[in-house]
């Protein structure tokens, strides 16, 4: 039986006196331990580390007293290294483990122990040791379809782990630690002195001995143990609730009572944060930096925040160093010495480092990761076990190797994640809490009370099994591993369409309650509503005009549409008119709060969560046909050519003559001669004829075409990426069928003109407001991530100029043919450049004090704003203000900078929510298609090639999916090698006839290959399986 869990008892004097007795060493060795025990005395602590060293000169040379003398003489040790011994004597040389040891002597027992965690330390610094041994294996993840949004850092990163098996080696010695507890201490001094003899030919100086630079957790007191160790296979490596044992204390639940006793708390997991008055003196100094915490989703350990130069993003390696801050918080982080920085290497692939590197963690030159990895081991230990690294300790990366800075989370600014998430529930018997894991590996575990779990939880567990539910986290201790939460909902089964939505919106912070009473008190009561004459005499009445919207075909917001009016001259009047939403939305009442707060409509696969109560988005506010609506309108005067003559805003009165979807748009462009009947097309407003109508597309389209070409050869950037499309069963809303949507001549008409307006608009309030305009900037992609595409492409042949906006869309559209190659070559290239792409941001003028940062990089334009989409997005609302107080026909602007700034902050935080959300609901879709209709077959093209495994987008579908090279069905062998950035796997398969050679399939970047799309086990989950290659017979 452990000795740990017997009842404490008093040490008999009858013990220690044959203990004494018993041992060759000095008596005072046992009354030094049991002291150490109760006291923890640093002089003690620095007596039993050196006796370890010295044991084995104790009897031929110098005796105790030299010894403690020398002792004496040696440098006070840090703080962190007392702590962190005592934490050792906790577990290892408490009362109760000397419990029933007879006349064995403590300090031996003690030794045994520092031997067998000394041999050990040996063993991860042996250049012999496995590196699978030492480190843990890539979590592989998957490229990013949000360009817009990620840096593409995320897959650039290193993460350092133990392996399982090392974990069990530790158990493994820790057992054999208690078996040799036995042992006589002379065999023990025996054993020193072998191992000294082996490893220090010379005796060290204690008095130049030291102490090297180590993480901060340790520097106060906190156990190597702590870092989370994440186990060996990146596919197996589920979640960071699987680290929670590793990142368990060593000591056992008697002794950490123990512990608590002596000390009067228990041990801390995460460091403390540093108060507001230090952070801000931090950063003031350029000691700290603050930034957003964006944490991979599929390596949950790695995490970044922007880099306050604009380079590379910094790291956060693990658990630890995130400190409790949550994806998306806003958090100041300390960088870390710059020997413990990652090491990348530039030379591999767009996707990031190969699996091999992965599996080496932090990328370090042996020196650097001896500082990291074996902290309490001094300078001269180092030297004298390694003599060749004495002189290039901080020997800098080498020329094909770049370092990233790696920092710490200290304080948590703002918490920006909802703290909201989605799982299911496990039953810890004889435990007052249960255990919810959630479903977001992000986020770790969470206690909640058993009271909150369904009332038959604790004598039916198993019945909820596939429930899903909502817990809202409500603390993070410093002291665990775990997070302390409560139960919020009940979701339903995991699989089911409307509970994953429902967890999903819950957990970005999606509002999709009702409007509440108030709110609906701040709409016109008097429906049917009619413009109020008075209104009407303000505005310019264009009712009469052959006015239309073009929009999918099962929009309900409407809230654009165009205009376009042959003039004698020649020349065209064009007009965009946009609803008027700001007109009922009045600043500052209930309607306007809420609008703010949800700041965008969030659109799912197969429902709406609209910003503003549907009476306004879907009847007052949306430009139905043949109803008079409330407008604000941008007309020119404009050339066939599509230059610019003149400009006129102001607000105005419309009637939709017909809504026309994409789809009859796209007909009137490819048909021009064509007489469309009435049936062909929605109800259409008697006052305006189907054959004005098509030549009003046609002349807009012939415009738009102009408009593009000057726009791009201007030098704009347009990166479509494949987007998923669903067909629903009305009646059940399930998936029954999907496809790649297709942008086409209608959808870039539309644009051209939206684009128009935008800018127009962005330049007139800006004139109006330089400190208060609301305006959207692009920021370019950062220069690193620039250059490793650019050297990639390079080597793979294929002619690309990165060097700007307009230089990238150049040699999109002419290196690449038109051949269905080519095609889905540019998906792979559009794909690989989307993720070198920033996030475009909503600012306000006032703030940023370079009217060069206000550049929106895409489009290149030095101004732009969003003006046409108020229904949906509550910028636009604001935009709307500033633009009818700047035409002096509209309400007093209540606004300053600090509003629009805030309010900017929120837009932004919103919609990086509301296009993760969209993205996450098409995901849900497809997954259950492929159950429900699968396996489906497709060809697919190599997008990034690792050691390991390769990405590939699944042409026929538009989704992006890893392939594990171990996974593959008959795969022999595989072998990878890689020249430069170009990187190669060579897949052997076993001939399905016995009699013939293996079949040799090369998968390298652009290689086409046949795939399969099955259901995986996991609800909502599915996987993409390489397909044998056809093998053509000679």
Request: aromatic share 6%; charged share 25%; hydrophobic share 30%.
């Amino acid at each position: 039986m452990d000795s740990s869990r017997q009842p404490k008892r008093a040490i008999p004097k009858q013990e220690a006196k044959s203990s004494q007795s018993g041992s060759k060493a000095p008596s005072r060795k046992d009354a030094y331990a049991r002291l150490l025990s109760q006291h923890r005395s640093s002089t003690f602590t620095k007596y039993l580390e050196q006796y370890a060293k010295d044991s084995s000169l104790i009897k031929e040379e110098n005796g105790p007293n030299t010894l403690l003398k020398a002792q004496t003489d040696k440098p006070s040790t840090h703080q962190g290294k007392r702590d962190l011994m005592s934490y050792h004597l906790s577990d290892d040389f408490s009362h109760s483990s000397l419990k029933d040891k007879g006349d064995e002597s403590s300090l031996s027992l003690y030794m045994v122990k520092l031997s067998i965690q000394n041999a050990q330390h040996d063993s991860d610094r042996k250049p012999g040791v496995s590196e699978k041994h030492r480190n843990a294996q890539r979590r592989d993840t998957a490229t990013s379809q949000d360009g817009d949004i990620e840096s593409g850092e995320e897959l650039n990163s290193l993460g350092q782990s133990d392996s399982k098996k090392h974990q069990r080696q530790r158990r493994k010695n820790k057992d054999s630690s208690k078996e040799n507890s036995s042992r006589d201490s002379s065999q023990f001094v025996e054993n020193v002195r072998i191992k000294t003899n082996l490893n220090k030919p010379e005796q060290e100086d204690p008095k130049k001995t030291k102490k090297i630079n180590m993480p901060k957790q340790l520097q106060e007191g906190k156990p190597k143990d702590v870092v989370p160790a994440f186990s060996g296979d990146g596919q197996n490596c589920k979640s960071p609730h699987d680290l929670n044992k590793s990142l368990r204390l060593t000591a056992s639940p008697a002794e950490k009572n123990k512990s608590k006793g002596v000390r009067g708390s228990r041990k801390q997991v995460f460091e403390p944060y540093m108060t507001a008055e230090d952070v801000s003196r931090g950063l003031k100094r350029g000691e700290l930096f603050q930034g957003q915490l964006r944490i991979n989703p599929k390596k949950y350990h790695d995490a970044f925040i922007p880099s306050p130069d604009d380079t590379r993003d910094i790291f956060l390696n693990g658990i630890i160093a995130r400190n409790r801050a949550l994806n998306g918080d806003i958090v100041v982080v300390q960088i870390l010495p710059r020997e413990q920085w990652k090491v990348v290497k530039p030379d591999t692939d767009c996707e990031g480092a190969s699996e091999s590197e992965t599996r080496k963690g932090n990328r370090v030159h042996p020196a650097q990761k001896k500082l990291v990895q074996a902290p309490l081991i001094s300078v001269e230990e180092q030297h004298s076990d390694h003599d060749h690294l004495k002189n290039n300790t901080l020997t800098p990366p080498s020329n094909d190797e770049v370092l990233q800075m790696t920092a710490k989370v200290v304080y948590i600014v703002e918490k920006r994640h909802s703290r909201a998430v989605t799982g299911s529930l496990k039953f810890l018997p004889d435990k007052p809490f249960a255990m919810f894991s959630p479903v977001d590996h992000r986020v770790p575990r969470i206690n909640v009370p058993l009271t909150d779990c369904p009332e038959d939880f604790s004598s039916r567990p198993s019945d909820y099994a596939n429930t899903l539910f909502i817990c809202r986290i409500t603390n993070c201790p410093a002291d665990s591993n775990f997070a302390e939460g409560r139960l919020a909902k009940t979701l339903g089964q995991a699989g089911e369409i409307e509970p994953e939505t429902e967890g999903l919106l819950i957990e970005y912070d999606v509002d999709f309650s009702e409007f509440s009473s108030e709110v609906i008190d701040c709409l016109p009561k008097n429906v049917p509503w009619n413009i109020p004459p008075e209104e009407m005499a303000k505005r310019k009445d264009l009712r009469k005009e052959c006015i239309f919207t073009i929009d999918p075909s099962t929009a309900r917001d409407l809230d654009d549409a165009l205009s376009c009016k042959y003039l004698p001259d020649g020349n065209y009047e064009v007009g965009v008119h946009i609803a008027d939403v700001s007109y009922f939305v009045e600043q500052g009442n209930a309607l306007d709060k809420i609008a703010s707060q949800r700041a965008t409509s969030v659109y799912l696969v197969q429902k709406v969560i609209p910003m503003l109560p549907r009476l306004l988005c879907e009847e007052l506010c949306s430009l139905n046909p043949l109803n008079d609506r409330l407008t604000f309108s941008v007309i020119w005067k404009i050339t066939p050519e599509g230059k610019i003559l003149s400009e006129w805003f102001g607000r105005s009165v419309i009637r939709s003559c017909v809504k026309l979807s994409y789809d009859h748009a796209q007909s009137m462009i490819e048909s021009p001669d064509k007489k469309f009947a009435a049936e062909e097309l929605p109800p259409v407003d008697p006052e305006q004829s189907i054959d004005t109508i098509h030549q009003a597309v046609l002349n807009l389209h012939s415009i738009a075409k102009s408009l593009r070409a000057q726009r791009l050869s201007g030098g704009a950037l347009r990166l479509d990426q494949l987007k998923l499309s669903f067909t629903l069963n009305k009646e059940t809303m399930m998936p029954q069928g999907c496809y790649i949507y297709q942008y086409r001549d209608s959808n870039k008409l539309v644009e051209e003109f939206m684009l128009l307006a935008n800018i127009a608009t962005a330049h007139h309030i800006y004139k109006c407001f330089p400190d208060l305009a609301l305006l959207r900037r692009h920021p370019p992609p950062k220069t690193k991530m620039v250059d490793e595409l650019q050297e990639l492409c390079d080597q793979l042949g294929i002619d690309i100029d990165l060097s700007s906006a307009g230089s990238l869309n150049k040699s999109l559209l002419s290196t690449l043919g038109n051949d269905q190659y080519s095609i889905a070559r540019k998906e792979v290239l559009t794909h690989m450049c989307s993720r070198t792409m920033q996030m475009a941001l909503y600012f306000c003028t006032g703030v940023l004090q370079e009217e060069k940062l206000f550049k929106h990089y895409a489009l290149n334009v030095p101004l732009y704003t969003h003006f046409t989409s108020p229904i949906r997005r509550y910028a636009d609302i604001i935009v709307h203000r500033l633009l009818a107080s700047s035409l002096k026909c509209g309400p007093k602007l209540r606004l300053s900078t600090e509003d629009v700034q805030k309010q900017t902050s929120r837009c932004n935080e919103k919609k990086t929510a509301s296009k993760r959300v969209q993205e996450l609901s098409s995901e849900l879709f497809f997954g259950i298609f492929v159950k429900e209709c699968g396996p489906l077959h497709s060809e697919a093209m190599v997008m990034a090639v690792l050691d390991q495994s390769f990405d590939v987008l699944v042409l026929g579908y538009g989704v992006q999916k890893r392939i594990y090279c171990k996974s593959v069905t008959g795969l022999a062998s595989f072998l990878h090698r890689k020249v430069g950035k170009k990187s190669e796997l060579t897949l052997l398969w076993t001939p399905e006839d016995p009699q013939k050679s293996p079949v040799e399939q090369v998968i390298s970047i652009f290689a086409l290959v046949e795939v399969e799309l099955k259901a995986d086990g996991v609800p909502m989950k599915y996987s993409a399986l390489l397909k044998r290659p056809n093998v053509i017979a000679p």
